[in-house]
């Protein structure tokens, strides 16, 4: 047997009888993806949030007011607190909410005030008043964006209301009663009906939208944007990453502003938020892993291993390459497992793509390794390499899209995040499990990842040969 | 068999090897004597190719010994001052694995390897982890596994730092038993004693210079005293020890006196002082010097400095 393979398997035996690095590189990243998938509810059934405790404040008499406290109440994202937590639970009122908000461990870090003027004669439009107090400001653009789509969804009437109040003011008593007079009669007229409850209606600022809302949508194939796409062959539709209104009341809005909407990529995979996330996580562990065995080289140099070894027909490349061959089967093992993992938990479609997906982590898990090799070549000592590590990978996973989409960070982090081999991984899992592309497809994201391989070895066993390592 | 001629090795400013040259002859059991520091181990690596030397020559059978001579490699055994085995694995797979390296296969290797065990009485601990071994158990371990593949030259670093006294004499007598079967052993060590008892023939090293070389006779030829005579150091000893510094070398150490007379002073001319001073003769003990004693007299310093 060549000494590469004595080596790499004896790298193996050595890892499969310490059993708590089989732990570390198996079982650790099965648990915590399985722990990621709750807290960025990532399951079968549902995504999205769910729960944020939010209080309502309600000083308007408008009995839409209520109906929008009740749509509120109704939606799976929010969890209404409208009364104070002491033993009276009186209704909250706008001069409570700063200090409950500003207090240590605040009941809620979101609000909304129902104002008196709800519906303002001189403004066009509804007025609420949002109070936050955020931990970042995507976290308030969520909630703001939840808040405004139930509104608008569940309580459209107040739309008609604002504008009946708007033209109110504008018209002037006589000349608005006598033109809502003559719309409803017109209507009567031209379609039938109770010429006084259409007069009602009007003035009520209901204007048709519950009819609206019963209407089919006109071409039933088109999906809206914020509706989550049915997985091919499935009856589970998959989840959306953002929370789905009634689909009733969507329908108001379709009609005015009708999206005609079609996902180009990954339309057809179940779970898409477990899909784009598990690339992410299996690549950071991968790379805390083949650092952990980047160690292996300083314990085996400090034990005087090297020494025998090269006084035995072992080359330092016998060493390299055999470190390096372990790294990649070890990572490819690693990510295969949590691939299946990610299968298991959250249904992700593994198996109809496992022979790309193996080359893809074949090329991830070489490219993890000679990261890992680097940071032994260039450190003094297990612990400054260590330490290393874990700066240099959270920096990678960080600005390369593990912890979050890139789309979301300024534009030059965007650029600099294609220099990392996070990046690449990931693009390079996104392309098989989410875009579904051919082998020919994924050479690009293959060529660069083994560009980055070579690149970041050739410096390792340059630096390696000048190091210590070897003594 | 091996030979160095003016070996230098240098690590930036400091030199290891200051021409080292040095001749051995098959089925010697060469001792390279010295303090930490002196050279022992760097000559140990260039001789085992880890190490390339900035000047000078060294061949094993005619042949050169460098890195890339993988024929040479086969020939040597290289046991170093760490216990170089992988602690999680048992030492029946540590001995597979270094066996393996070396081109052994199958039965052949299974016989070997039961052979080294029983050798070393470790057969019955064979399927443990090493890191369960004591200290002598896993020196034991990683004398044999540099002698599965048979080197004709065996080259041993330091191999009994920190062993017990049993596993340290199992270790002697298994080199002397491989030696008397023709093994070529270079065994560097600090201990004078296990020079003493080992060694066909001795270096003294220091500072990279290889101070003195020869059999322990030859060596101990070489001291201007024949003999060393130890007595308590005090006060009642005192004026002897005041009379004596003329006669040849005094030092005192832990309470005792010791004394190499120069060759003109003859041991009866001591115990004539000795008995000028009404000194009994039960005081004294007289005994062979020690290579402690030669180096000392060769370097200034003791072997432990």
Known sequence: MHPVLVLVRKDFTNFFRNKAAVSLTFLVPFVMIWLFGLVFGVNRKDSGPTGIPIAVVNASTNPAAQTLIDALRAEKSFRVITTTDDA???????????????????????????????????????HLKFFSNPRNEIETQTVNGLLQKTIFS?????????????????????SFTRFNAALASAISTAFG????EIERQIASGDFGFDQLRKAKPVDPTLRRLDTPPAAAGSNNPAPAATTTPAPAAMDVFSKIVRFETEQVVGANVKNPAATSLVGGWAIQFLLFAVSASAASLFRERDAGIFQRLLASPVTRAHILWSKFLYGVTLGLLQLVVLFLASSVLYGTEVL?????????SVFAAAACTSFGMLLAAVSSSPEAASGLATFLIMFMSAIGGA????????????????????YWSMEGFSAVLWAGQSFVQILPILGVLGAITAGVMS????????????? | MLSLRSVTKRYGTLTALDGLSLDLARGEFFGLLGPNG????????????????????LTLDGAPLTAASSVARLSLGLVPQHVALYPELSADQNLRIFGELYGLRGADLRARIDAALEAVQLADRRREPVKNFSGGMARRLNLVAALLHRPKLLLCDEPTVGVDPQSRNAIFEYLERLNREGLTVIYSTHYMEEATRLCSRIGIIDHGKLHALGTLDELLARLPFEEEIRFPATPVTAPLAARLAVHGELTTENDTHRFRPHPSFKLSAFFALAESHDLPGRLFTSQRPTLEALFLHLTGRTLRE
Do not use: C, Y
Not at chain 1, 156 to 173: N, T, V, Y
Not at chain 1, 459 to 470: C, D, E, S, Y
């Open chain 1, 154 to 174: 569940h309580v459209p009437e107040l739309i008609g209301q604002s504008l009946q109040a708007r033209a109110k003011q504008f018209l002037g008593d006589t």
């Open chain 1, 459 to 471: 410096l390792a066993i340059w630096r390696f040969n000048r190091g210590t390592i070897f003594g």
């Open chain 2, 38 to 57: 002196a050279g022992k181990s760097t000559t140990m690596s260039l001789i085992a190719g880890l190490r390339a030397p900035d000047s000078g020559t």
């Open chain 1, 193 to 196: 009906g109770d010429r006084a």
């Open chain 1, 88 to 126: 009276a639970q009186r209704p909250l009122t706008e001069a409570d909410l700063r200090p409950l908000m500003q207090a240590a461990g605040a009941r809620f870090r979101f609000a909304v005030v129902i104002p008196e003027d709800l519906i303002s004669a001189t403004q066009l439009g509804l």
């Open chain 1, 352 to 360: 109809p793509h496992l022979g790309l997906l193996a080359l893809v």
């Open chain 1, 403 to 422: 912890w979050f989409p890139i789309t979301f960070m300024p534009e030059f982090i965007q650029q600099f995040s294609k220099i990392t081999l996070v």
